[in-house]
């Protein structure tokens, strides 16, 4: 993952990719927030090769997704947190998965229960000035810097 943020050449969707990375990455944020928050924990859970895993969690460090955090010193250990960046992922981790269930092979496997009110959350990605749902009206685009 390349810090490109100040490359005008790049779209805003551009640059999140670069900065959220591969799909091992999104499953190791995704992990993260379920609360497996060690290497051995992610490694076991993804089941993904250690030298990838290293480099997944050192590039989303590096992007300010993650930060890691030491939990012992003897033998040094560290455990890995999402920071705020990190957590403005989830929604888009939750859409993504919606979006899966939906049209790549049914059901999830887990779902994300509303602790206030007991009920399965249904992901969906909203205009704030209007409240409708993106992707249910024609939009256009507008594009300022290219007067």
Not at 6 to 19: S, Y
Not at 24 to 30: A, G, K, P
Not at 111 to 138: F, K, L, W
Request: glycine share 10%; net charge positive.
């Amino acid at each position: 993952m390349t810090d490109d943020k100040n490359n005008p050449g790049t779209c805003p969707v551009d640059r999140g990719l670069m900065r959220v990375g591969d799909r091992w990455s999104m499953l190791v944020l995704r992990d993260i927030e379920r609360g497996l928050t060690r290497y051995e924990q992610l490694r076991a859970s993804l089941g993904i090769a250690p030298n990838i895993l290293a480099r997944r969690l050192s590039a989303l460090v590096g992007a300010g997704l993650i930060a890691k955090r030491r939990y012992s010193q003897r033998p040094p250990r560290d455990e890995y947190l999402l920071t705020d960046a990190g957590r403005d992922f989830l929604p888009i981790l939750a859409a993504i998965g919606a979006w899966g269930s939906k049209h790549n092979g049914g059901g999830a496997l887990t779902r994300q229960i509303d602790i206030a009110t007991g009920e399965p959350v249904r992901p969906v990605v909203i205009d704030a000035n209007s409240g409708a749902p993106i992707g249910t009206r024609p939009l256009r685009f507008d594009y300022p810097d290219q007067a």
